[in-house]
């Protein structure tokens, strides 16, 4: 049966970094029509009423209807130990993290965690994720299950670390090898599930770790790669004592075989010039981590630099080295953090960095992270006046992005109206 939902809706046909702020189309009476798990139609509401008269229609009224959003780096094992007080990132890691990350042995508390993960995603709006796990099948296997159950598009690998972590936490080059191999071949494209190969990052990895990641990923060009590159100067200062015989940081990945279309990298803050030429070269893709790079206190991350040398950049939370599960309040950050390096971010880029940019920077912009004909319905409507403050700000709105500003400010989990995964109501 026909689903119709009416309301605001929110569209990209161009990218705004390149085409500004027109590159988004709002159309004020509109309506999104999903049958069978796809957007079938868009357009003026009346019309598709009258195209539709079987549909089952619901009336947002002023609320906006968007694709729902793509938070394209996280770490579903550190939900429970978000918003933990650290000094800097291998402090906050050997602190807090690694700690929480030897539970995931137990597949009872894996389940537990990611069913309690996507509860929390899912009630701010994000329909994707790209996760890290932990070391443990056991995590790979709780995190696809509990996607598969709720019908999400998700993309996830087993974490691989074979140095400078707790005993319980280290894998070796073959056994990640074998297991990840098996992960891949359970999971990879099954019902919406992607696997992706991932190395944790190269202070916790061997050179034959990595190369061994490396031959995996050639054996399985299809399958997207991700670690974390330059997230702080202690962290390369670190890289270049571990991996001597490397250039840069990327090059510990490159000699390995970890570069490439479809390599995505989170953080990525402090780069040098050759890293940037290679990035852009190869096309590979970013994940900017706003909420966490101030959180760890990482950097300010260059979009305007990045994104005019034609990367792929994405948005991300990085639960829970991020400070929120809300994508609204990830592209409030990334707004202050635009603002502090003097280069203000326009709220379609914003929008668009969390819907088309996350999926872009997962190859996915043909599937999910925009409201079209036979894009996949994942669609969120978002109250736009969801709070007293928020409600108040909005009355001298002019323009939709007057209206939509607040709530990417001052919004979150009360923002979300609504969620549709594969065009059912969650
Ligand atoms: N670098 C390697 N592992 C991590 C992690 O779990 N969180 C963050 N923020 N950075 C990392
Ligand atoms: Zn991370």
Request: aromatic share 8%; charged share 20%.
């Amino acid at each position: 049966m026909a689903e119709l939902i009416l309301g605001q809706v929110l569209s990209f046909h161009g990218d705004p970094f390149i085409e500004g702020a027109d590159a988004a189309k709002v159309e004020t009476n509109g309506g999104v029509v999903m049958i069978g798990g796809e957007i079938t139609a868009t357009g003026p509401a009346d019309q598709l009423r009258k195209d539709y008269p079987q549909a089952h229609v619901t009336d947002y009224g002023r609320a906006l209807i968007s694709a729902g959003f793509i938070d394209s780096h996280v770490h579903y094992p550190q939900t429970a130990m978000i918003a933990s007080w650290g000094k800097r990132l291998i402090d906050w890691l050997n602190t807090y993290t690694f700690p929480e990350e030897m539970r995931f042995a137990d597949p009872d508390y894996a389940a537990e965690i990611a069913a309690r993960y996507f509860d929390l995603t899912l009630s701010n709006g994000t329909t994707s994720v790209c996760s890290y796990t932990t070391i443990h099948p056991e995590s790979v296997d709780a995190f696809f299950n509990e996607a598969q159950k709720r019908g999400l598009r998700s993309y996830a690998g087993k974490t691989c670390m074979d140095r400078n972590a707790p005993k319980g936490l280290l894998d070796t080059p073959q056994s990640a090898y074998d297991d990840s191999k098996r992960l891949l071949e359970k999971w990879h494209g099954v019902d919406r599930l992607s696997y992706v190969i991932t190395p944790r990052f190269s202070p916790t990895s061997t050179p034959e770790q990595l190369a061994a990641m490396g031959a995996l990923w050639r054996d399985n060009p299809d399958c997207l790669m991700q670690t974390h590159l330059s997230e702080q100067p202690d962290e390369i200062e670190w890289v270049k004592q571990l991996h001597p015989q490397s250039r840069d940081y990327l090059d510990t990945y490159e000699a390995q075989g970890l570069l490439g279309m479809g390599a995505v990298y989170g953080h990525a803050i402090h780069l040098t010039e050759r890293e940037i030429d290679r990035l852009a070269e190869v096309g590979a893709s970013l994940v900017h981590c706003p909420t966490s790079n101030m959180f760890i206190g990482s950097g300010l991350f260059d979009m305007e630099g990045l994104v005019a040398r034609g990367l792929r950049v994405g948005l991300a939370t990085d639960t829970g080295g991020g400070s929120s599960f809300s994508m609204l309040r990830t592209m409030a950050a990334a707004y202050e953090v635009a603002q502090l390096r003097g280069t203000p971010l326009h709220p379609s880029q914003l929008w668009w960095l969390a819907t088309q940019g996350s999926a872009r920077a997962l190859h996915a912009e043909k599937k999910i992270g925009n409201i079209a004909k036979g894009m996949e319905a994942d669609v969120i409507v978002i109250d736009l006046a969801s709070t007293p403050a928020i409600e108040q700000a909005t009355r001298r709105a002019e323009t939709i992005w007057q209206s939509v500003f607040p709530t990417i400010m001052m919004g979150d989990d009360r923002a979300i109206k609504a969620v549709y995964v594969g065009g059912q109501r969650r």
